[in-house]
C-alpha cells in the first residue's frame, strides 16, 4: 500500500518555541493531507485539512495563526505548531488519501509525540 | 453530525479466545466503514473497509467485520486471538464518494490480551 512517512517521531521543545512536522506522502501524491491531534487514552480528532496550493482548512475550535499549516507540493505537508505551550503536548498524526482499487483509501503516517516543557 | 460509539473502552480476553469489539455510527446514509489498529506510539494500521456489497468483509490478520445496516453497526470479530493482537482499534466513518473526506473516528477500545 502507499507509504506516509512523518518526521519527526518524537520532539521535546522549551515553551514559546515553535515546531515543525513534515508529513510526506512517499509514493504516491496527495493534493490533500489531514491532520490529527490524539491526546493520551482518547481518539483522533480531526485538526484541518492540509489543501496543495491553497489554504488549510481548520476544524472548529482550532487555532489557525498557532498551527500553521503548508502544503506546498504534492508529496509534503507541514504542521507548524507556533509558541508552544505544555497544553500543546499531544501525539499528532497526518493521513493522506490515495487512489486504492477504483475508491480513495487514507494511509497514516506513524505520528509524532511533541512534548513541550 | 456523524458520530461513532464504541461502547467498550477496555476489553482483555484469553489468547486463543474469540473477539467482537462493537462499533455503532449515526450517519445520513450508508458512510464507508473502517477499522484501525494503533500499537503504543505509532501511527494507524487499517484491517479492514467497507464500502458496499457483501456486508461480511476480511481483512489482514485474521479479522473480519459484518455491516448491519438495521441495527447501524459495524462489529469487528475475530476467531481465535494472538497476544500480538493487544492494541488499541479505532472504528471510523467517512462520507461515501468522496475522493478527499475526513474520518469521524470512536473513541478506541483497548485490547488487552492474556497468555
Known amino acids: 500500500g502507499a507509504v506516509v512517512s512523518q518526521h519527526p517521531s518524537w520532539v521535546i521543545c522549551k515553551s514559546g518555541t515553535s515546531v515543525k512536522i513534515e508529513c510526506r506522502s512517499l509514493?504516491?501524491?496527495?493534493?490533500?493531507m489531514f491532520w490529527y491531534r490524539q491526546f493520551p487514552k482518547q481518539s483522533l480528532m480531526l485538526m484541518a485539512t492540509?489543501?496543495?496550493?491553497?489554504?488549510?482548512?481548520?476544524e472548529q475550535g482550532v487555532e489557525k495563526d498557532k498551527f500553521l499549516i503548508n502544503h506546498a507540493s504534492l508529496t509534503l505537508s507541514t504542521l507548524t505548531v507556533t509558541s508552544a505551550h505544555p497544553e500543546d503536548s499531544s501525539f499528532y498524526i497526518c493521513?493522506?488519501?490515495?487512489?486504492?482499487?477504483?475508491?480513495?483509501?487514507?494511509?497514516f503516517g506513524q505520528g509524532t509525540r511533541l512534548t513541550v516543557v | 453530525a456523524q458520530s461513532v460509539t464504541q461502547p467498550d473502552i477496555h476489553i482483555t480476553v484469553s489468547e486463543g479466545a474469540s473477539l467482537e469489539l462493537r462499533c455503532n455510527y449515526s450517519?445520513?446514509?450508508?458512510?464507508?466503514l473502517f477499522w484501525y489498529v494503533q500499537s503504543p506510539g505509532q501511527g494507524l494500521q487499517l484491517l479492514l473497509k467497507?464500502?458496499?456489497?457483501?456486508?461480511l468483509v476480511q481483512g489482514i490478520k485474521g479479522f473480519e467485520a459484518e455491516f448491519k445496516r438495521s441495527q447501524s453497526s459495524f462489529n469487528l470479530r475475530k476467531p481465535s486471538v494472538h497476544w500480538s493482537d493487544a492494541a488499541e482499534y479505532f472504528c471510523?466513518?467517512?462520507?461515501?464518494?468522496?475522493?478527499?473526506?475526513?474520518?469521524?473516528f470512536g473513541t478506541g477500545t483497548r485490547l488487552q490480551v492474556t497468555l
Open positions: 493521513s493522506a488519501r490515495a487512489p486504492v482499487q477504483g475508491n480513495t483509501e487514507a494511509f
Open positions: 509514493d504516491f501524491q496527495a493534493t490533500t
Open positions: 492540509s489543501n496543495e496550493g491553497s489554504k488549510a482548512t481548520y
Open positions: 450517519y445520513g446514509a450508508t458512510p464507508y
Open positions: 467497507y464500502f458496499s456489497g457483501d456486508t
Open positions: 471510523a466513518v467517512g462520507p461515501p464518494g468522496g475522493t478527499a473526506s475526513k474520518l469521524t
